[in-house]
Every structure is written in structure tokens, then in C-alpha cells.
């Protein structure tokens, strides 16, 4: 257990999202363990005396989503209701709490599996592991980030910012870092056979990650070897895709995507439309944020574009198609393969971005990086338009 | 609460077989948020009454539905089957599905309780308020001839002629393809005289918010569709169980040989895919159930379940895809528990030398419905051979189809099961196998023991709801709990259902406790612990390590409340508002 709590706070720093010493991450069976000793174990000792969980995640998150946060919580109230598919599905919405003390946690924890107390940071529980903690953590500074900036979108197109909003706007983005633009050089095709798939699928997935164009767990991989789809598995972690990966035949002569990524479906689609091999899924965060960017007023399908959007849209040509995380009527295996077949990369709306490659990854990492970093000119273009 | 009841009917129906009396009781509020309904009202009336033996007609079968049933909550309409196990002494309940629950529910009531002892024997026929015992010239049919003879009308849930004839491992087969298959819960209702019940209702259950019942919905469901065991193209819809088959013979956990062996070398003939191609077959479910996992094949024969599917083929020898077929066919027809059966068959085939045939195999499973030498279960049989350590089973009740070698919370989860060898009171499958909701190192104990208590509780209350256990690799108690406001108004939060959920399991620990039970009979047949699975690819599999499973066991019964010897406290009795009993606490 010591050394789960110790590895999740190492990946809440590595990936950027707390500064060095600062997550506590407990974990219980018998007896209570934390990754390190803090004057705030005490009082959050006691949440596990009201609530059936076996492991905490508290930490004051690294700039700018502190101030994101701390923005957001002012602003909101009470809860927080973002619209990106992260929080539509797993967090439902992003409970506030302002006092830091064990009861004021349970209350909150009680109801949803993560809540942000201004000037404190961000608490998450698990029931199994803290990486349960870790997604949200995770997932919670994502929504948080993607909601600011889309707010201070529509609140600039309707004329509505404030100078509070205006200065912890600047604040904040003068605080991103600059965005990556070298290339990683992934391992090359042909991949001829299960081990070079396997170990380009691993290369291809860390940086992914190193490149920040995914948060938490979430986002998949796959490659395609005659017929058979290698696929991350569901739930699985980018950066650590040894022995996380399954080989699914085309052919449905066996079961073993049970395990697999839930956009199984929609990969193996695109697949069949086109003679790609590789297929890259992550959640950057300025492509979620330009997919939910849309000038149309009165819409009647507002508040439901994830699933009913009936509009063509695009960025810079980049298809965005609605679509749920998974299979059903509503999910994105029906819209996103005609998309990616077409154009080779698609955003679906609120979620993350879909990019497909010839021979190896290269050239799909190429696409990804290159998507998110236009949509982020883009985003700054357009706000520069509408505030002049 | 209210002045109105919204979700319970706020009735149940006490029958008795000896003088034919019917009553309705009317729990008190309180005892219904206390224990929910399902399972844990099961146990709240069983508990006076725990420690009768199978003949003895104070013994109730309980037939119990939740709070969700019968209304919009998707896969709320499975019931809850308890009473005291023949097969091990110890409580049993079972969650079975099909339409039972919804009908009972609809006809007006939370559950039924059924006593004393037929003369002659009799059927119970429910048509909303017009209850009647009457005779029947049923008894001695196989469940489908009931089910044929009554028509697809009313719910029906029968006996065969396992339970007829005194067979232990015998199953109450519910709307022809479900059953409540383990602990023998047949054979209590077959003491009882009562061949069948059916059931019709035509009423409405009263939900309290309709439209945050239907937001629930739509988060679960969306969870659902999230869900690649579930609604993914390999998925329990579009595979049924079967769909594990490949995954626990890739992971070398697929019991072989009684658990001699890890991995069945014709296992990649045998899996899910192979069967959907053999019987064509479509899709069932139960009532309110969206994801359909039941699969029934062209000619009407119901497609095996995982476990069956297993153990008829690795466990016993057999890479017969028909055999298993006609195998499964037979136990439902008969009225058997397919893993007790094939369990029981592997006990007997290590101990005689003797490999199945076709007919040897058949004729086997005629020898057990007909309550012969075999039909008492695999543990009496080995016990008979002086070998008790060759059956495969906990407190009696014989292992499912997760080697414990290849996930270790599965092992803890087996030796701690209130009821025996069952997979699903913690089914720590889901994050060891599965990854839900994240993965876990399937071969640590670190951490387990308290996993294992929380899952617990959590499965009491989804099977309190009652609720199917599947749903739960995807959605989690956060959204049931927002579907159990929206329908009983009564304003709840996971933790606050989970609080109940430790209540629930911890009276089924006092009930065994009752009955005998202690921290020797938590634990695991000592094979698992001297002899290896079948390693490879990657993959080694050890011997459990025995003194790490004793010492997550002792963490468990520290997490749980227990004393060092898993028997219940008086402490953590009075602390979840238990009755105390000086023969069970300490």
C-alpha cells in the first residue's frame, strides 16, 4: 500500500499537476499509511472513520489550476457543472466545500468521489486504490481547466467578462507552458510482429502522456496487425502499457476485448473503412475546448450537443462529431470511424481527439500534437476577435 | 419519510403450509431503512429462525424484492431467494432474475415468507390480493414441463426432481432461464411440499421523483455504454457470461482438473465465440434489464453461464462443446446447481481415476438429481472416500470458476463468504480481472482485506435494492443512491447504503455464528496453498502463501469487527443496531 501511495503522488508531480512534496495520499487495510508525514493527517485521519474507502488524495494542485479552482469555486458557489464527457459520465459535477476539516469531507465525499476546498486544493478517495484517487484528482483539474476557458469563450462572445474574470484570466495564461512543437521520434514501421507492436504501442502511449495531450488514465491506442487489433485496455495508463494491452481478433472468434478499451468498437470501424494501422486517442485540452465552441444561438438541441449536435461542424476542417464514451444509440462508435476514415483525425465533442496513421505512429503523434496546438492559436485567435 | 410509501409496498406476505394461514405483516419504516429489502429484510426474518434444520417447517424460505424493483432503475428486478443452506448449515441467499421480483412486487408485495409443511404436495399462486395454496399433480415434472404447463403468464418459480429426491445441490428455477441455483434452496422448499409459486401482479409501484429517477437512469445507463464487460462488442450482452472464458484462460486462472491445473489446453475451442457460432442464439433478459446478458439458443436450450461452461469442460476433463450443452440442459431441467454438480463430478473423477464418457457424464448427473451417492454434494462424498481435502469447496459449497492461485482478493473473498464458496459476495474479480473500477495486483494480498469488506457491503446492497451485481462494473453505489431518493424520497448518499450493507453482512456473520461457525471454516481447501497452477506466458502460479492469507484474514476480521476468531462482538453488534445474542457474540 506504501508503495501505491508513493507512486500516485510521484505521477500527480511528474505529470504536472501538483508541485514537488505536496500531494498526502493514504491508503488503509489494517492499519493507516501515508506517502508521507503532514501536520493535515490528523484531520483527514478521520475521514476514514466516516467513510467505507481504503485511500485519500489531498493536495493543493500546481499553478495555474489553483487559481482555475480557486476561480471556479468562487464564481459557482457550492457545485461546480462542467460539460466535458469526463465529468458528464464519472464525476456527474465538482462539489465545493470551504471548510478544511474531516467532517465538512465526508459530507462532501459522501456524494461524489472528489471535492475542491478553495486555497486547500483538491480531496479524492478510492475504494480499491489511491489510483482511483489519482484519476480524480486528475479528472477534476481537467474538467476545471477546460470550463474556465470555455466560460471565458462564451462569456466574451456575449460581452459579459469582468475584470475579476479578465485578471485571473491573464494571470492564468501566463502561467501555461509553451506549447510543445518537437516531434518525438516513435519507433518506425513496419511492425512485422506482436513484440513491435507491443513496444511501439508503449513508446507511442509515454509520450502521449509526456506531451500532456491526456490526462489521468483516460485516452487509448491501438495498432492493427493482419487481423487482429492490439487495443490499450480499458482503464489503463498510457504511460504504463506493458502487459496492459489485448490482442482482439477481427474475426470475433474470441472474447478478449472484454478488458479492452471501451472505443474497441469504434476503432476496429476504422479499421474496416481504411487500410490504417494505428489509431492514437487523447484528451487534449484546447481541442475539448474548441469542440464545445459554438457561436449558434438558440439551439435547441443546447446542452445536448455531446449526443444530438446536428451541425457540420469543424475546426480548421478537423470534423467534430457528438458522441458518448462507449457503445449504445448515443455513442461515439457511430459517428467517430466515418469521421477518422475521411480525414484522419476527428475531435469528438467535449471528449478528445481521434487521430489514425499509416505503418507506425509517427505519423498519427504528428496529427495529435499538431490538432492541439492549432486549436490552442485558434482558441487565442478568436478570443482576440471578440475582445478586440 | 413521508406519510406516503413510495418504492416498498409496505407489505409482507407471511404464509404458512402447515394450517394454510396467511398473513400480511407490516414493517415498521424504520426496518426498512435499516435493512433496505432483498437480501437484508431476508435476513432480518430468517434470523429468529436461523438455526432450524432443513425438515424443520419453522425454517422460512424468504422470497424478498427492493426498493427498485418494478421501477424504472435499470436492472432492479432481481429477487432475493434466502433461507439456511442444506448443502453447508450455514445462511444462503441467492439473487435471481427473470420476472419474480417484479410481479411480487406488483401484486403488492415486499416479499413472502414461507413456513411449516404441506401435507400433500401444493403450489402457491399469487394473483395480486387472491392468494390460494392448492394441491398439485405437478411434483415429480421437470421445471420445463411446469413451465410449459403453466404458460409464461405468471412468474413462476419451481422445483424439480433433484430437490424432490433429497439432493442437496438442488436449485429453484425461476421463468424457465433463471435460477437461484447454489446452497440448495430447492431442497427447503421441497421439504416444504411446495412444488411451485407463481406469481401475477398488475399494480404500479409508486416512485416519489420521477424525473431524478430518470436522470439516475441516464447516468447509469451511460455508465453502462462506458462499459466494455458490459455493453462492449465482447461484452456479457453480445457473449453472455461465457465471455470470461477466454479471459480466465488467458490469465491461467481457469480451474482444471478440481484445481489441479490453471489451463485447459482446449479451452480456445471451447470459449463464448464458439457457442455463439454452434446455437445461433438471442438475447434474454430479465425484467427492466437493458444489457440482456442471458443467452438462449436456436433450439430454446439456454447457452451455459460462465461457471458452467468452465467447469463442464477444464474441471472435469471434458472438450465435448455438446456434452456441456446437454449437460447444463440437464440441470435445469432436473433442478440442479451446475457448479455444485460439475464440482462434485471433478471430486469424484480425482478420487476414482475414473475419466467421463458421454454417457458415463449423463448418467453421473442423473445419479445426483436422483439424490443418490452423489447428490449430498462433493464434500460428503469425499468425506465418505476419507478424503475431505479433494472437494473443492468452502464451508461445504463448492468453488466457482476463478482459480484463488491467479487473484488473491478472490481467495480472501472465497474463505470469507458468509454462504461458502461463492465468487460474488466481494467479487474481487472486478478490479483483479477486470480493472473495474481501476486494477489491482491480482497476485497481492496488500490491501485486500479491507477491499473485500467494502464489496461485501456493497453487494448487500445491491442485492438489498435489489439490483443486478453486474451493473456494478460500471455504474457504483453514487448513482444507485441517487435512483433509491428518486423513488423512496428518503434522502441517502453511497456511504449511508454502504452503512447498511455492513449491517446486512454482519448479521449473516452472526447467524453462522450461531450455527457453529468460526475462523476455521474461513479458509481455503489446502491444495491451493502446497501445489502450483499451470504457469507460462509470462505468468507464474504459485501456491498461495499461508501465512499471508492468514494475515489478511486476521485483517479482515479487524476491519470487520470481528475477534480474532471471525465470530461477531458485541461492540460491532450494538454498533450497527443488532440484536445481541449470547450464543453468537462474544
Request: hydrophobic letters at 35%.
Given at each position: 500500500m506504501k508503495n501505491l501511495c508513493e507512486k500516485y503522488a510521484g505521477k500527480l508531480i511528474r505529470q504536472g499537476l501538483c508541485a514537488e512534496g505536496e500531494p498526502l495520499i493514504a491508503g488503509l487495510d489494517a492499519e493507516l499509511i501515508w506517502n508521507r508525514e503532514d501536520d493535515r493527517n490528523a484531520e483527514l485521519a478521520k475521514v476514514f472513520d466516516g467513510l467505507s474507502i481504503n485511500s485519500l488524495v489531498c493536495a493543493r494542485p500546481a499553478e495555474p489550476y489553483a487559481?482555475?479552482?480557486?476561480?471556479?469555486?468562487?464564481?459557482?458557489?457550492?457545485?461546480?457543472?462542467?460539460?466535458?464527457?469526463?465529468?458528464?459520465?464519472?464525476?456527474?459535477?465538482?462539489?465545493?466545500?470551504?471548510?478544511?476539516?474531516?467532517?465538512?469531507?465526508?459530507?462532501?465525499?459522501?456524494?461524489?468521489?472528489?471535492?475542491?476546498?478553495?486555497?486547500?486544493?483538491?480531496?479524492?478517495?478510492?475504494?480499491?486504490?489511491?489510483?482511483?484517487?489519482?484519476?480524480?484528482?486528475?479528472?477534476?483539474?481537467?474538467?476545471?481547466?477546460?470550463?474556465?476557458?470555455?466560460?471565458?469563450?462564451?462569456?466574451?462572445?456575449?460581452?459579459?467578462?469582468?475584470?475579476?474574470?479578465?485578471?485571473?484570466?491573464?494571470?492564468?495564461?501566463?502561467?501555461?507552458?509553451?506549447?510543445?512543437?518537437?516531434?518525438?521520434?516513435?519507433?518506425?514501421?513496419?511492425?512485422?510482429?506482436?513484440?513491435?507492436?507491443?513496444?511501439?504501442?508503449?513508446?507511442?502511449?509515454?509520450?502521449?502522456?509526456?506531451?500532456?495531450?491526456?490526462?489521468?488514465?483516460?485516452?487509448?491506442?491501438?495498432?492493427?496487425?493482419?487481423?487482429?487489433?492490439?487495443?490499450?485496455?480499458?482503464?489503463?495508463?498510457?504511460?504504463?502499457?506493458?502487459?496492459?494491452?489485448?490482442?482482439?481478433?477481427?474475426?470475433?472468434?474470441?472474447?478478449?476485448?472484454?478488458?479492452?478499451?471501451?472505443?474497441?468498437?469504434?476503432?476496429?470501424?476504422?479499421?474496416?473503412?481504411?487500410?490504417?494501422?494505428?489509431?492514437?486517442?487523447?484528451?487534449?485540452?484546447?481541442?475539448v475546448i474548441m469542440s464545445m465552441d459554438c457561436p449558434k444561438k438558440n439551439c435547441e438541441n443546447r446542452g445536448q450537443c455531446h449526443i444530438k449536435c446536428t451541425e457540420c461542424r469543424t475546426v480548421e476542417g478537423i470534423p467534430i462529431v457528438p458522441g458518448e464514451v462507449g457503445t449504445g444509440p448515443t455513442g461515439l462508435c457511430n459517428t467517430l470511424p466515418p469521421a477518422v476514415a475521411t480525414s484522419g483525425v476527428a475531435i469528438v465533442h467535449g471528449h478528445g481527439l481521434f487521430t489514425s496513421g499509416k505503418v507506425d505512429f509517427n505519423g498519427a503523434f504528428k496529427r495529435l500534437l499538431e490538432t492541439e496546438n492549432m486549436c490552442r492559436k485558434l482558441y487565442f485567435e478568436r478570443l482576440a476577435e471578440l475582445t478586440g | 419519510m413521508s406519510d406516503t410509501l413510495f418504492g416498498w409496498t409496505g407489505k409482507v406476505l407471511h404464509i404458512d403450509l402447515t394450517t394454510h394461514e396467511m398473513a400480511a405483516q407490516y414493517p415498521a419504516r424504520a426496518l426498512y431503512k435499516k435493512y433496505i429489502g432483498g437480501k437484508g429484510l431476508a435476513g432480518y426474518y430468517l434470523r429468529p429462525y436461523c438455526t432450524c434444520e432443513t425438515p424443520d417447517p419453522d425454517l422460512p424460505l424468504l422470497i424478498f424484492t427492493g426498493p427498485l424493483c418494478g421501477t424504472a432503475a435499470p436492472t432492479s428486478g432481481r429477487s432475493v431467494i434466502m433461507s439456511r443452506s442444506p448443502l453447508t448449515g450455514a445462511i444462503c441467499d441467492s439473487s435471481v432474475g427473470g420476472k419474480l421480483a417484479t410481479m411480487l412486487k406488483r401484486a403488492g408485495w415486499d416479499g413472502l415468507i414461507i413456513t411449516g409443511k404441506a401435507a400433500t404436495p401444493c403450489a402457491i399462486e399469487i394473483s395480486d390480493d387472491d392468494i390460494r395454496i392448492r394441491e398439485t399433480d405437478l411434483w415429480g415434472n421437470t421445471c420445463d414441463m411446469v413451465f410449459d404447463k403453466l404458460g409464461d403468464a405468471a412468474s413462476i418459480a419451481t422445483i424439480g426432481p433433484a430437490a424432490q429426491n433429497g439432493t442437496r445441490i438442488a436449485s429453484i428455477a425461476v421463468d424457465r432461464y433463471h435460477a437461484a441455483g447454489r446452497g440448495g434452496l430447492g431442497r427447503v422448499m421441497a421439504e416444504k411440499n411446495l412444488k411451485y409459486i407463481s406469481v401475477k401482479g398488475t399494480g404500479k409501484i409508486r416512485v416519489h421523483d420521477e424525473a431524478a429517477l430518470k436522470k439516475a437512469r441516464e447516468e447509469i445507463k451511460r455508465l453502462t455504454a462506458a462499459s466494455p464487460v458490459l455493453l462492449g462488442q465482447h461484452g456479457f450482452a453480445n457473449y453472455g457470461t461465457g465471455a470470461m472464458y477466454d479471459l480466465m484462460d488467458s490469465r491461467r486462472m481457469m480451474p482444471t482438473d478440481n484445481f489441479r491445473q490453471t489451463r485447459f489446453s482446449d479451452a480456445p475451442k471451447l470459449n463464448a465465440s464458439a457457442y455463439k457460432a454452434a446455437y445461433k442464439p438471442h438475447s434474454h433478459g430479465c425484467e427492466g434489464c437493458h444489457i440482456r446478458c442471458k443467452k438462449v439458443a436456436e433450439d430454446g436450450r439456454s447457452i451455459p453461464e460462465f461457471e458452467t461452461m468452465s467447469h463442464f469442460t477444464a474441471l472435469i476433463g471434458n472438450s465435448d462443446m455438446d456434452l456441456v450443452m446437454k449437460a447444463n440442459d440437464i440441470c435445469g431441467r432436473y433442478g440442479l446447481d451446475p457448479i455444485s454438480a460439475a464440482s462434485t463430478l471433478a471430486c469424484y473423477r480425482e478420487i476414482t481415476g475414473e475419466d467421463f464418457t458421454v454417457g458415463s457424464l449423463i448418467k453421473a448427473l442423473h445419479i445426483i438429481a436422483d439424490g443418490g451417492f452423489l447428490g449430498k454434494g462433493s464434500l460428503d462424498f469425499a468425506q465418505s472416500c476419507r478424503k475431505p481435502e479433494l472437494s473443492m469447496s468452502v464451508k461445504g459449497m463448492e468453488l466457482p470458476a476463478y482459480d484463488p492461485r491467479g487473484a488473491y482478493g478472490m481467495a480472501l473473498a472465497y474463505a470469507l463468504s458468509t454462504r461458502g464458496g461463492c465468487h460474488q459476495r466481494a467479487y474481487p474479480i472486478s478490479h483483479e480481472i477486470l480493472r473495474k473500477p481501476v486494477a489491482t495486483d491480482r497476485f497481492s494480498f496488500s490491501g485486500k482485506a479491507r477491499i473485500v469488506k467494502i464489496s461485501e457491503d456493497q453487494n448487500a446492497v445491491v442485492d438489498s435494492l435489489t439490483a443486478c451485481k453486474f451493473t456494478f462494473l460500471a455504474a457504483s453505489l453514487e448513482e444507485y443512491a441517487k435512483a433509491f431518493t428518486a423513488v423512496t424520497g428518503i434522502p441517502t448518499t453511497a456511504q449511508r447504503l454502504l452503512e447498511a450493507g455492513e449491517r446486512i453482512n454482519y448479521n449473516e456473520r452472526i447467524m453462522n455464528s450461531l450455527n457453529g461457525f468460526e475462523g476455521c471454516d474461513d479458509d481455503l481447501p489446502p491444495r491451493f496453498f502446497t501445489e502450483h497452477g499451470t504457469s507460462g506466458g509470462g505468468v507464474e502460479i504459485k501456491p498461495l502463501d499461508r501465512d499471508e492469507f492468514l494475515k489478511a484474514r486476521a485483517n479482515y476480521y479487524a476491519v470487520r469487527g470481528l475477534d480474532d476468531d471471525g465470530r461477531p462482538t458485541e461492540e460491532t453488534t450494538r454498533r450497527l443496531g443488532l440484536e445481541l445474542d449470547s450464543g453468537a457474540v462474544q
Open positions: 487559481t482555475i479552482i480557486d476561480f471556479l469555486a468562487e464564481r459557482y458557489g457550492d457545485v461546480i457543472r462542467p460539460e466535458d464527457t469526463e465529468t458528464r459520465t464519472f464525476l456527474h459535477d465538482i462539489r465545493i466545500t470551504h471548510e478544511f476539516s474531516a467532517n465538512a469531507i465526508i459530507n462532501a465525499l459522501s456524494k461524489r468521489k472528489a471535492v475542491i476546498i478553495p486555497g486547500q486544493g483538491i480531496v479524492s478517495y478510492g475504494t480499491v486504490s489511491p489510483e482511483q484517487g489519482f484519476v480524480f484528482y486528475s479528472s477534476t483539474i481537467f474538467a476545471c481547466f477546460v470550463l474556465f476557458f470555455s466560460d471565458y469563450m462564451t462569456a466574451a462572445r456575449r460581452g459579459e467578462l469582468d475584470d475579476h474574470y479578465r485578471e485571473t484570466f491573464k494571470t492564468v495564461v501566463g502561467q501555461l507552458a509553451e506549447p510543445k512543437t518537437t516531434l518525438p521520434d516513435l519507433i518506425h514501421g513496419p511492425l512485422d510482429n506482436e513484440d513491435e507492436v507491443l513496444a511501439a504501442m508503449a513508446v507511442a502511449g509515454r509520450a502521449v502522456v509526456e506531451y500532456g495531450l491526456v490526462d489521468s488514465f483516460f485516452g487509448n491506442i491501438s495498432y492493427r496487425l493482419n487481423d487482429t487489433v492490439y487495443i490499450s485496455q480499458t482503464g489503463s495508463s498510457l504511460d504504463e502499457l506493458e502487459g496492459c494491452i489485448d490482442p482482439c481478433r477481427m474475426d470475433g472468434s474470441t472474447t478478449h476485448g472484454l478488458t479492452a478499451s471501451s472505443e474497441l468498437s469504434a476503432h476496429e470501424d476504422v479499421y474496416r473503412r481504411t487500410d490504417d494501422l494505428c489509431i492514437l486517442h487523447g484528451h487534449p485540452k484546447f481541442s | -
